[in-house]
């Protein structure tokens, strides 16, 4: 592929310049393809942090990587419910669910290979049993299909909106509404492609409800129930509102709360998952409590 660079883009970064030009790639591929080589401008090799003077020609020669493959890891994993089709696992916060670009161990996948040996094929060799996610740094609990035909049937409950899903999230202020529905589609955000936004008035549609369990001076907690599953889709729709996931800097949450020790994580977890087993539709609910470092930080704002 070739783009030309025009007098105007004099001054951008050849990394940022290119993900304008080719938003099909995000731009940490587009920064390995450029540190491999797999960039030339003006026929000449660069680093991601050149600037450009304008008129340069770059070539990019796209370079897919190769395929991952999730392999066992000994890691402490903490089993919240299992049965010959699913396991229900506590997810800590701080934990990549599977490998991705940049993480490659040290993942929840990693640590249900060591124990379990054989999960589901269904979602592909690098997410073995892996029929939803949650983000790095929310903990709670996360199911995984043992086999494909409870991966298909977990699969078809999350898609058809049939699991119940509620969160407990503290946000910055005071959030009036006793409860609410946010009802926002979200799309990524042109501005930061690694967050989401809520504020664009459109994108995939979103649902989520949220009632008032606490008030505190400067934060609230929340019960949260999502009716859709999009990315980022708490973070983002709270952040919509005003009101930030504590300890979510991405979504505006303040890096250090006066007072109060560090907050190294998001003050979000998955308390509770609702859903029919697999293979005899019965119900099943599984709850994760509160980690305890999430409840010591919320007793200091007493």
Same mark, same amino acid.
């Given at each position: 592929?070739?783009?030309?660079?025009?007098r105007?883009?004099a001054?951008?970064?050849?990394?940022?310049?290119?993900?304008e030009h080719l938003?099909q790639y995000?731009?940490s591929?587009?920064q390995?393809w450029?540190?491999?080589?797999?960039?030339l401008?003006d026929?000449?090799?660069?680093? $991601?942090?050149?600037?450009l003077r304008?008129?340069?020609?770059?070539?990019?020669?796209p370079a897919?990587?190769p395929?991952?493959?999730?392999?066992?890891?000994?890691?402490?994993?903490?089993?919240?419910?299992q049965?010959?089709?699913?396991?229900?696992?506590?997810k800590?916060?701080?934990m990549?669910?599977h490998?991705?670009a940049?993480c490659h161990?040290?993942?929840?996948?990693?640590?249900?290979?060591h124990?379990?040996g054989?999960?589901s094929?269904?979602?592909?060799q690098e997410?073995p049993?892996?029929?939803?996610?949650?983000d790095?740094?929310t903990?709670g609990?996360? %199911?995984?299909?043992?086999?494909d035909?409870?991966?298909r049937?977990?699969a078809?409950?999350?898609?058809?909106?049939?699991?119940?899903?509620v969160y407990?999230?503290l946000?910055h202020g005071?959030?009036?509404?006793?409860?609410? +529905?946010?009802d926002?589609p979200?799309?990524?955000d042109?501005?930061?492609?690694?967050?989401?936004?809520?504020?664009?008035?459109?994108?995939?549609a979103?649902?989520?409800?949220y009632?008032?369990?606490?008030r505190?001076?400067a934060?609230?907690l929340?019960?949260?129930?999502?009716?859709?599953g999009?990315?980022?889709?708490?973070?983002?729709?709270?952040a919509?509102?005003?009101h930030?996931?504590?300890?979510d800097?991405?979504?505006g949450?303040?890096a250090?709360?006066?007072?109060?020790p560090p907050?190294d994580r998001f003050f979000?977890?998955?308390?509770?998952?609702?859903f +029919?087993?697999?293979?005899?539709?019965a119900?099943?609910?599984?709850e994760? $409590?509160?980690?305890?470092?999430?409840?010591?930080?919320m007793?200091a %704002?007493?």
């Open positions: 592929m070739r783009v030309t660079a025009n105007t883009d001054g951008k970064r050849v990394d940022v310049w290119l993900e938003p995000s731009r591929r587009l390995q450029i540190k491999a080589g797999g960039v401008v026929g000449a090799r660069v680093r $991601p942090s050149y600037r304008g008129l340069e020609t770059a070539e990019v020669s897919e990587p395929p991952l493959k999730a392999f066992p890891e000994d890691l402490p994993l903490k089993i919240l419910y049965d010959s089709d699913v396991v229900a696992v506590e800590p916060a701080g990549v669910v490998a991705g940049g161990s040290g993942t929840l996948v990693n640590a249900l290979l124990r379990f054989a999960l094929g269904a979602g592909g997410r049993g892996i029929v939803h996610r949650l790095r740094h903990s609990v996360l %199911l995984v299909a043992r086999n035909a409870a991966h049937s977990l078809g409950q999350f898609a058809g909106r049939e699991i119940e899903k407990l999230a946000v005071r959030l009036k509404p006793d409860e609410g +529905r946010i926002k979200i799309a990524r042109p501005a930061r492609r690694v967050r989401m936004t809520a504020r664009l008035g459109r994108g995939r979103a649902i989520t409800e009632r008032v369990l606490r505190f001076a934060f609230t929340l019960e949260v129930r999502l009716q859709t999009r990315t980022h889709q708490i973070r983002a729709h709270l919509s509102l005003g930030p996931v504590a300890g800097r991405l979504y949450a303040a250090q709360v006066e007072g109060l907050l979000l977890h998955a308390q509770r998952l609702r +029919r087993q697999p293979s005899t539709g119900p099943v609910t599984v994760s $409590p509160l980690p305890p470092g999430l409840e010591r930080w007793e %704002l007493l």
